[in-house]
């Protein structure tokens, strides 16, 4: 059956006005496959972006290497603390293990004669919604998270970063385990002016 305009404005509202993140932890197989990531990364990268430089690119953590890295930062989160123990060790060898694919959004920006490096950091948040809405779209749950590893400059080569470019978000995506029950949203008195 084919939906009418009218409906098809309908279901995206109500997705809209409902959405909300599944907790990493609530993220399970099966996971997207690889076709499926394809077409949320298409999705994702058809966001607004000021002067067409695709500021942004993606890096798909998905099967073993995630424990790879997982363990490097387990390695790093003991260096850095000699106090941490075995059981704070685990939790971060199991970052990216938690949901079955981490699409890790990288932000490019960078200084340029026309657009401002700010509209192309703006543009890398766009994708990171887009990539959660995606992967949405296609029946997985998502959690957009940065955590001490998007920050932390040993972590940085793990993925590859150049020297310009920062971690915008590690995108989880799985089947949600449950459905998160809402949280509270601002009030739009405290955050709206009509301008007069
Ligand atoms: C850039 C960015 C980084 C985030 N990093 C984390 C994080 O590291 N840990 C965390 O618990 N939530 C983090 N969040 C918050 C969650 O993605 C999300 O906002 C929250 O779980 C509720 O989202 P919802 O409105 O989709 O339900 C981050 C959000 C943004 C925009």
């Excluded at 990493?24 to 000021?50: F, K, N, T, W, Y």
């Amino acid at each position: 059956m084919q939906e009418t305009q009218a409906e098809l404005n309908l279901a995206l509202k109500q997705y809209l006005q409902t959405r909300r993140s599944t907790p990493a932890m609530q993220l399970q197989e099966p996971g997207p496959s690889p076709s499926e990531i394809e077409g949320m990364i298409a999705i994702a990268s058809r966001v607004p972006d000021h002067g067409k430089l695709a500021p942004w690119r993606f890096i798909v953590l998905a099967g073993d290497v995630r424990e790879r890295i997982g363990r490097e930062l387990g390695r790093i989160a003991a260096d850095a603390r000699s106090d941490l123990g075995a059981k704070e060790r685990e939790i971060e060898e199991t970052r990216l293990t938690r949901a079955p694919v981490v699409i890790a959004v990288v932000s490019r920006a960078a200084p340029h004669p026309k657009i401002p490096e700010w509209e192309q950091v703006l543009s890398a948040g766009a994708v990171c919604y887009g990539l959660f809405m995606a992967a949405n779209a296609f029946g997985y749950g998502a959690n957009w998270l940065t955590e001490w590893y998007a920050y932390d400059d040993s972590a940085r080569p793990l993925f590859g970063l150049d020297q310009q470019e920062r971690i915008a978000g590690f995108v989880h995506i799985g089947t949600p385990a449950m459905q998160p029950a809402d949280r509270p949203r601002p009030d739009l008195t405290d955050i709206v002016y009509w301008a007069e």
